[in-house]
């Protein structure tokens, strides 16, 4: 077994010695002088000429488009609303995801919303809508608490 590698690395150390032998002829052979090696440089590189085209702009079917705010966004402050039939006290939060059931249904049911909105259904307008709402719905005195 040691016989097999010595033969392998005596014939790869051969190898290295002849490849490096080798690649000193050719490089020592034909030295060139920068003068020519300029020349074969500039030779070498063509003229790129590049022309800019302008692209038609696509419009994606799915795109969202970013709602355009010009007014200053109502904020809903912290307080407290009295649910008259039952007599709970809630906090009304500026998050709609958080608020009570009934706060939500007698938002509808007073006309300051058309609809008691799902989680999913919540975007930039209808969060602007119900914020609006929520300000009024602490101002009406039947909810004060």
């Known amino acids: 077994m040691t016989e097999i590698l ?16 080798n690649g000193q002829k050719t490089s020592l052979a034909s030295p060139k002088p920068e003068i020519q090696i300029q020349a074969e440089v500039k030779q070498a590189k063509p003229e790129i000429i590049v022309e800019r085209k302008e692209r038609p702009v696509t419009i994606r079917k799915n795109a969202v488009k970013a709602p355009v705010v010009t007014e200053k966004p109502v904020v809903a402050a912290k307080g407290s609303v009295r649910d008259p039939i039952t007599g709970e006290v809630a906090t009304v939060t500026a998050n709609y995801r958080f608020t009570k059931r009934w706060i939500k249904e007698a938002l509808v049911t007073e006309g300051l919303l058309d609809k008691v909105y799902k989680n999913n259904e919540l975007d930039a307008a209808a969060e ?7 300000v009024a719905f602490m101002e009406m005195g039947k909810y004060r608490a």
């Open 128 to 134: 602007t809508a119900i914020k609006t709402a929520l």
């Open 6 to 21: 010595f033969i392998l690395t005596t014939i790869y150390v051969a190898y290295v010695v002849y490849s490096i032998i």
